[in-house]
Structure formats: structure tokens, C-alpha cells
């Protein structure tokens, strides 16, 4: 079983809608769970995280954290084109290493004018 | 405050070539990490180095190598390339202490193995 599991998608909305992204992992030694947007042809951005669970809201951006399930999700609310990008979900602390991130491999997201 | 820099950002080498790619660290940062990201497998740890000692390395092969210099500025090196090895290669940078978790990434070094 993989550390971390994201549905690569693709997922395609209209403007204006509310996106749920979500990863599962099965690691319980992870604290911090991060989430990064990458444009096509560039690095990922880190977008927001939270620490252990509960919500994170930054913007349009919410950020979602259910440890007892092992379930982490990211809202996006009143989508818009830009927002189309590949979102990746990712969780340091793999093997005790705070810099080592082990990354859902992404999905793709498309929002239609 | 500059972001993370990479060079060369797209490459082309022949099979059993070798390559080194470069990474310049958001200022003050001095912890460097370098991924591969390809479309099956994703993004994946390489390996990381803080104050020139490397901390930590992924599953990959020994033609895999690094070095970080006294100003952060780190390298990864890939000898006797494969087909394989064809992805784009990420170098992230992190504060220290105990937010070594924030990485920022660089926009990535392309690389095509023919």
C-alpha cells in the first residue's frame, strides 16, 4: 500500500463551482499535510498546510484534515480558470525526516469558463 | 526575496552520458532537496543536504549523487544516463529549524535521455 493515495482525476468543472480534492494516507506519524498547486511546465507552489487535524481556510482555499480517518481534502470555492492546475497533496515526516515529502501523485484539474 | 533557481532548465543527453543539474536555494535557506517527478511515478525524494552533508536519500541507484557548497548552492549528478532517467528533476529549499517541512520548489530542470 502506498504512503499516500490521490485520484489522479482528471476532474473537469465549470467557473464558478466548489472543488473537493482529496488524498488518503496510511502513515499515523504524519503531522503536517501540505498541499501544493503546479502549473503545466513548472515547479509546485506551495499553496497552504495544516498541522494535525481540523480546518485551515486561506481565501477561496480550505483545507481539511480527518486523522481518525487517515483523509485529507482541499476545497476551492468560486473556481475560476486559473485555478486549472495539477494539485498535489504531500506529507513530510516520512522515516522521521521533516524535509522528506512523500507526494500524491496529483490531480488535474480543468476549470471551464 | 529571489526563489529557488535552476540550471539549465532543459537538457538533452544521449545514453551513457552524465549530467549535473544546479540549484540556488531561496536566501537563508540552507536545507536543499532534490526530486524526480515522471508521469507513472510521480514525485520522489532524491535526496536532501543541510550545512553540506547529505541527510537523507530515496530509493535510487548510486549513479544518483549530490553535493551542496558553503553558500547552500547544491548540484545533483547523473551518471551513465538511461532512457529511464528522462523526467523533470526539482530542487526545493526549506528554512531551518523547525519548519524544514515548508519546501519551495525551483521550476525544475527538464531532462530528455535519448
Redesign the interface.
Known amino acids: 500500500q502506498k504512503e499516500v493515495e490521490q485520484d489522479p482525476g482528471p476532474l473537469s468543472v465549470p467557473e464558478g463551482a466548489i472543488v473537493s480534492l482529496n488524498c488518503t494516507y496510511s502513515n499515523s506519524a504524519f503531522q ?1 499535510f ?1 498541499w ?1 498547486r503546479q502549473y503545466s ?6 499553496l497552504m ?1 495544516t498541522y494535525s487535524s481540523g480546518n485551515k481556510e486561506d481565501g477561496r482555499f480550505t483545507a481539511q484534515v480527518d486523522k481518525s480517518s487517515k483523509y485529507i481534502s482541499l476545497f476551492i470555492r468560486d473556481s475560476q480558470p486559473s485555478d486549472s492546475a495539477t494539485y ?1 497533496c ?1 506529507m ?4 522521521g ?10 490531480t488535474l484539474l480543468t476549470v471551464n469558463p | 526575496k529571489a526563489g529557488v533557481t535552476q540550471t539549465p532548465r532543459y537538457l538533452i543527453k544521449t545514453r551513457g552520458q552524465q549530467v549535473t543539474l544546479s540549484c540556488s536555494p531561496i536566501s537563508g535557506h540552507r536545507s536543499v532537496s532534490w526530486y524526480q517527478q515522471t508521469p507513472g511515478q510521480g514525485l520522489q525524494f532524491l535526496f536532501e543536504y543541510f550545512s553540506e552533508t547529505q541527510r537523507n536519500k530515496g530509493n535510487f541507484p548510486g549513479r544518483f549523487s549530490g553535493r551542496q557548497f558553503s553558500n547552500s548552492r547544491s548540484e545533483m549528478n547523473v551518471s551513465t544516463l538511461e532512457l529511464g532517467d528522462s523526467a523533470l528533476y526539482l530542487c526545493a529549499s526549506s528554512p531551518s529549524g523547525a519548519r524544514t517541512y515548508e519546501q519551495y520548489f525551483g521550476p525544475g530542470t527538464r531532462l530528455t535521455v535519448t
Open positions: 503536517y501540505m501544493y511546465r513548472k515547479g509546485p507552489e506551495l498546510y498535489l504531500a513530510p515526516n516520512s522515516g525526516s521533516n524535509y522528506k515529502l512523500t507526494f500524491g501523485k496529483g
